[in-house]
Every structure is written in structure tokens, then in C-alpha cells.
């Protein structure tokens, strides 16, 4: 089993940035693949990134390329997301998730354990 709780979430502007880190515990996370997926009001949880146990691969949904960067400390077993250059369509409720395996990285119904999610609020 593995718990995940995230924190780093808050409100800020335009442009401003943020980093999250998601803490695990119960197992640790070197042979996980871990993800961050995010929920807009009224929307489906949307991919957002996610990081292979060796941190030798990322992966980025386009609309955060460029502006967002996944990595991981397992010596830590904590996985942090640096947010920068926030835009209000950012506004979402953050969560951490692990997975076994490389199989549909970007879909959540792949992953097996979830934080409780982190609220991160872009806003002028």
C-alpha cells in the first residue's frame, strides 16, 4: 500500500509560480511510475504529467510543455511539480498518483494510488 499526500497548492497570479510536492509512504516509490493529474471545475481529471521510476522518461500534456517540469528524489520517495508561468486556465485541483508499469501512462484509470489533491488557483 502507498499513501500519497501532496501540498504546495495555493492562490496566485498571472504568470507567478508554484511547485508541488507529492510525500509517499508505506512502500517506496523507485519502481513506480508517478503522475500528476488535475480537475477544473465541472471537467474530467486530466493528465498533466508523469515520470518513470528512473526518472529516465517524462511526460507532458501538451497545454503545460515548455512551463511545467515533473521530477522526482526517491532517496526522498517524493515526486515534485514546478509550475511556472501560470495561466487562470491552470486553476485545478492537483493530484499525485503511482503506477506500476509504462502501460497508459495518461489515462488514470491505469494508476492504483492517489493523494487527496493539492488546490492550485491562478487568478488576477
Known amino acids: 500500500q502507498v499513501q500519497l499526500v501532496e501540498s504546495g497548492g495555493g492562490l496566485v497570479q498571472p504568470g507567478d509560480s508554484l511547485r508541488l510536492s507529492c510525500a509517499a509512504s508505506g512502500r517506496t516509490l523507485s519502481t513506480y511510475v508517478m503522475g500528476w493529474f488535475r480537475q477544473a471545475p465541472g471537467k474530467e481529471r486530466e493528465f498533466v504529467a508523469a515520470?518513470?521510476?528512473?526518472?529516465?522518461?517524462?511526460y507532458y500534456t501538451d497545454p503545460v510543455k515548455g512551463r511545467f517540469t515533473i521530477t522526482r528524489d526517491n532517496t526522498k520517495n517524493t515526486v515534485y511539480l514546478q509550475m511556472n508561468n501560470l495561466k487562470p486556465e491552470d486553476t485545478a485541483v492537483y493530484y499525485c498518483?503511482?503506477?506500476?508499469?509504462?502501460?497508459?501512462?495518461?489515462?488514470?484509470?491505469?494508476?492504483?494510488?492517489w493523494g487527496q489533491g493539492t488546490q492550485v488557483t491562478v487568478s488576477s
Open positions: 515520470i518513470t521510476w528512473g526518472a529516465a522518461r517524462t
Open positions: 498518483a503511482a503506477k506500476m508499469g509504462l502501460n497508459s501512462i495518461s489515462s488514470d484509470s491505469s494508476y492504483n494510488y
